[in-house]
């Protein structure tokens, strides 16, 4: 509970910076889950349980509140949310596979072994908590037991609404830790299960305590395939057949995908656009000059992409442009304007104040709140008189439902964070006010009776107006992009046209192969999600209306060239990697008969194109990487470790070449051999084996996304 008596105690600026962005990304996203799709009323399929939309959504939620709460977010990006929606989805795969596994083998996991894993307090999702201890840094199950039985008392408690918002918050956070700690464990317990079946033995110990401790020195001569050219290699289309039927069970698609094509344009600034960004930020340096006041109101009427905070920062946490100019900008100066190549942007700004503030400040408060605002004000007067007259803070704390404890922040918690006024009032009071007095502080509808208790490292702190204005184009520009585009589209209206004629209009085709509709982004461009559905319903040869997409600076259009259904990849798709393969094992034969005779590594070296090196440190447990043809060579590591010292090989085929090789010496390591430590080195990597199996699961389960359609 100290922790969380700690967060309570600092009043509303946390309570600010971590509770009001709850509403912002679900009111963004909430509607497009109530979007009709004709005849999908899904997200996808596991085990052919069907997960809807708004189930789905809620566990996209549930886990975007997590993310900002354990790394003190406010909001998260548009990549953020993406990965966190690819998580979400697959976790909950993971999850109902191993699930329907478990049941089939009886695997359950209690309450009492969860009860166990928080007693126990090392389990790593623990420590993800606030649920710590500030000396250790341990997870403190008292702790997290004094928070749930006041979360469960929370109904019956008089505080004031937004600790209770706080509280019903961190009463979420912790069900969501506990039902994640029951996933990991049965998930746990069916991998261990897997694993026990991987059984080690001293046999297998020590063949691989072998394979890792003997080494060998060898003298090598070979003959690169590169030597060979291909033109004097013929491939035929029963060649590719035949090795394809041999690696068929490699070309395995889980799921359908699909070659695209497009075309994407991104509009960029003219040169009118940017001298009219900088007439305006030279107009506004002018205005900021005779500014004196309300600095926050005129840099939004400015358009700046950097806010004024009325506290004095460090100077690393403005921009770096602005940073290494301001030594050299007196207070009440203006600099600029002046561009900056780093952002793309034209800049002014102003020096307000310099001053020297701690980065460290310790202090305590009592949060006075009452029915109305007079009475918030008579007990505020009150409690304040009565700790002027010598009243114990922490007493009187206790008295209306608080600690009154002392607690350090460091100036990174609000210089880094998006401040109102009310927030603003409440640091540049913690920064102003001298050490053990007291301030009896008006914030909003409550009472902050404040006192700093200590201050340390003091820094040179600024407070600077700042007109960061990025060039971007005009309406006018973005028009003339998009009416020449839309004139192309339009006249070009099939895959061979636009192939045909892209170049002569200024554009390029781009292709992508192998696309799948769990990729988000077409062409690796923000805000493409119609076009992503686009090309998952279209018919190959089809060409896609123009999109308009990425930070509303991107135009888009896309033709489906083929559709590769779930199974087997057609021959089409991997016969040049087939051809590669065959190319290599025709030019081995080619060398094998060139060098057919040669018994020494001497004899290699004589012939046309041969390399040779020395190797040393071979192992059978690692593939020897040779150098001269710059491949590694497990083979060559397999043929030295049966190899008797002194003793020649035969040609080895490898991945670069033909070898010969010689074992020049054999020695053995340092290190001892230990059956146990072998064991479990080969236990250890079964379970990591054992991880895999999902992989096997998921193509059994039948794994169904159609996530793209609504997300």
């Known amino acids: 509970m100290a922790t969380l008596q700690k967060i309570r105690s600092k009043g509303p600026l946390l309570v600010i910076v971590i ?111 606030p649920f710590r201890n ?10 997290l037991k004094k928070f749930l039985v006041d979360y469960a008392n929370l109904g019956t408690s008089q505080l004031p609404a937004q600790y209770v918002e706080y509280y019903q918050k961190m009463g979420k956070f912790w069900n969501f830790i506990e039902k994640t700690l029951k996933q990991t464990t049965l998930a746990q317990k069916y991998q261990d299960l897997i694993a026990k079946s991987f059984i080690s033995n001293p046999v297998a110990a020590e063949d691989a305590f072998n394979a890792r401790s003997q080494e060998a020195e060898i003298l090598l001569a070979g003959i690169p395939y590169a030597t060979v050219s291909d033109s004097t290699v013929s491939i035929s289309n029963d060649d590719i057949k035949q090795l394809y039927k041999e690696r068929k069970e490699t070309f395995k698609q889980p799921v359908e995908t699909r070659d695209i094509k497009y075309i994407d344009i991104q509009v960029t600034p003219s040169d ?111 409690i304040f008189n009565a700790l002027k007259g010598g009243a114990n803070f922490a ?66 702190k600024y ?23 839309s004139q192309f589209v339009a006249q070009n209206t099939t895959l061979a046209d636009m192939e045909k004629n892209a ?21 690796g461009i923000r805000s493409t999600r119609e076009a992503l559905k686009w090309v998952f319903d279209a018919k190959p040869g089809q060409v896609s209306p123009l999109y308009e997409c990425g930070n509303n600076d991107h135009l888009l259009v896309v033709a489906l060239e083929s559709v590769h259904p779930a199974g087997y990849a057609d021959i089409s798709q991997v016969s040049e990697m087939l051809k590669a393969e065959i190319r290599r094992n025709k030019k081995a034969e080619k060398i094998m008969e060139q060098l057919k005779g040669c018994t020494s590594v001497a004899a290699v070296k004589e012939m046309q194109g041969a390399v040779s090196d020395t190797i040393k440190h071979v192992t059978f447990a690692a593939p020897a ?23 020649t090989s035969g040609l080895i085929k490898g991945n670069a070449g033909v070898y010969l090789i010689q074992v020049l010496a054999k020695n053995k390591s340092a290190e001892e051999f230990d059956t146990k430590k072998e064991e479990s080195t080969l236990a250890n990597m079964a379970t990591r084996y054992a991880g895999q199996c999902i992989f096997e699961l998921r193509e059994k389960g039948k794994v169904v996304d159609n996530r793209y359609l609504y997300f």
């Open 19 to 129: 509770g009001l962005a709850l509403f912002a990304f679900i009111a963004g996203d909430a509607w497009k889950i109530l979007q009709p799709h004709t005849g999908k009323q899904n997200v996808g399929e596991v085990n052919g349980e069907e997960l809807s939309a708004q189930d789905y959504q809620k566990m996209v939620d549930e886990m975007s509140e997590v993310i900002k709460l354990t790394n003190g977010l406010n909001a998260l990006s548009e990549e953020q949310l993406t990965q966190i929606k690819d998580q979400v989805w697959q976790t909950y795969v993971n999850n109902e596979l191993i699930a329907a596994e478990a049941k089939k083998l009886g695997l359950t996991v209690t309450n009492a072994e969860i009860q166990h894993i928080i007693e126990e307090g090392t389990n790593p999702l623990l420590m993800q908590t």
């Open 134 to 143: 500030p000396q250790t840094g341990a997870f403190d199950k008292d702790m």
């Open 272 to 382: 009118e656009d940017r001298q009219e960004v900088l007439k305006e930020v030279t107009e506004f340096s002018e205005q900021l000059a005779t500014t004196q006041s309300d600095f926050a109101a005129f840099v939004r009427s400015t358009g700046s992409s950097v806010n004024y905070l009325d506290i004095p920062v460090n100077k690393n946490i403005l921009p770096a442009d602005v940073a290494s100019r301001l030594d050299s900008t007196g207070i009440n100066e203006v600099y600029g304007p002046y561009y900056s190549q780093a952002d793309d942007a034209y800049n002014a700004f102003k020096v307000i104040a310099k001053t020297s503030a701690p980065d460290s400040i310790q202090f305590r408060q009592i949060q006075v709140y009452a029915e109305t605002d007079a009475q918030t004000v008579t007990l505020a007067d009150s």
């Open 395 to 460: 007493d009187v704390a206790k008295i209306y439902g608080q600690t009154g404890e002392s607690v350090w922040v460091n100036a990174q918690s609000w210089e880094n964070g998006m401040l109102d006024a009310e927030n603003q009032t409440f640091v540049n009071a913690l920064i102003s006010q001298p050490v053990n007095e007291l301030t009896n502080l008006k914030l909003g509808q409550a009472n902050i009776i404040l006192q700093v208790t200590g201050k340390k490292a003091p820094k040179t």
């Open 463 to 485: 407070k600077v107006a700042v007109v960061k204005r990025p060039i971007e184009f005009s309406k006018e520009t973005y028009s003339k992009a998009y009416n020449a585009f």
């Open 503 to 523: 170049e002569e209009a200024g554009y390029t085709v781009l292709p992508r192969q192998n696309f799948t509709s769990a990729e988000h982004y077409v062409g």
């Open 625 to 647: 990487y040779i150098s001269v043809a710059r491949a590694s060579e497990p083979n060559v590591s397999a043929y030295a470790a049966k190899l008797a010292e002194g003793k």
